[in-house]
T-cell receptor
Framework: AQSVTQLGSHVSVSEGALVLLRCNYS??????LFWYVQYPNQGLQLLLK??????LVKGINGFEAEFKKSETSFHLTKPSAHMSDAAEYFC?????????????FGTGTRLQVTL | DTAVSQTPKYLVTQMGNDKSIKCEQN?????MYWYKQDSKKFLKIMFS???????INETVPNRFSPKSPDKAHLNLHINSLELGDSAVYFC??????????FGEGSRLTVL
């Protein structure tokens, strides 16, 4: 079975500081990995995804994540936080079951950005 | 055009009532889902349909009944609502690349 662990339910950074949101996964098959962002009262929006190929994945809004198989990690980073980055971030792992993909989410990390 | 649209966005109702949430996607995807997000923001899959056929049915009370009249629509009907059903319900669709496209959610409050 697939599972995702996000370390830290709340992360606070200063504007301009490095953002690091941690995600570790467990998967019995090569995983597809995702980061989604949820702004208040909105749905989830894809930030980036890893399927195959290059292990450093770049996404929208300056975010990137690196797939590290040896560490079973897929941490999300951004060099310089902006106030608009404040949101809930979800890491997810996907696998195929029958004809459907099943996306399993972590518990989320709330990112707070302070002046 | 909204890719995945859900209605209504907000639902407030009394315990014991029956309610429905509708979802439509215009992405041409074959697979649609219902996810439940609780008050702690935890997202859990409920159901998945592929081309009108039920594929995934997690441990969900049978008061919840999904219906897919065609592959662009997936509705969720809930009977005999309970306080614990209060949550945000998200519809999503995929072309089976693994990436899901989500609607904006339907916030259900049961009083």
């Amino acid at each position: 079975a697939q599972s995702v662990t996000q370390l830290g339910s709340h992360v606070s950074v200063s504007e301009g500081a490095l953002v690091l949101l941690r995600c570790n996964y467990s998967s019995s098959v090569p995983p597809y990995l995702f980061w989604y962002v949820q702004y208040p009262n909105q749905g989830l929006q894809l930030l980036l995804k890893y399927t195959t190929g290059a292990t450093l994945v770049k996404g929208i809004n300056g975010f990137e994540a690196e797939f590290k198989k040896s560490e079973t990690s897929f941490h999300l980073t951004k060099p310089s936080a902006h106030m608009s980055d404040a949101a809930e971030y979800f890491c997810a792992v996907s696998y195929l079951t029958g004809t459907a993909s099943k996306l399993t989410f972590g518990t989320g990390t709330r990112l707070q950005v302070t002046l | 055009d909204t890719a995945v649209s859900q209605t209504p966005k907000y639902l407030v109702t009394q315990m014991g009532n029956d309610k429905s949430i509708k979802c439509e996607q215009n992405l041409g995807h074959d697979t649609m889902y219902w996810y439940k997000q609780d008050s702690k923001k935890f997202l859990k899959i409920m159901f998945s349909y592929n081309n009108k056929e039920l594929i995934i049915n997690e441990t969900v009370p049978n008061r919840f009944s999904p219906k897919s009249p065609d592959k662009a629509h997936l509705n969720l009907h809930i009977n005999s609502l309970e306080l614990g059903d209060s949550a945000v319900y998200f519809c999503a669709s995929t072309s089976n690349t693994g990436e899901l496209f989500f609607g904006e959610g339907s916030r259900l409050t049961v009083l």
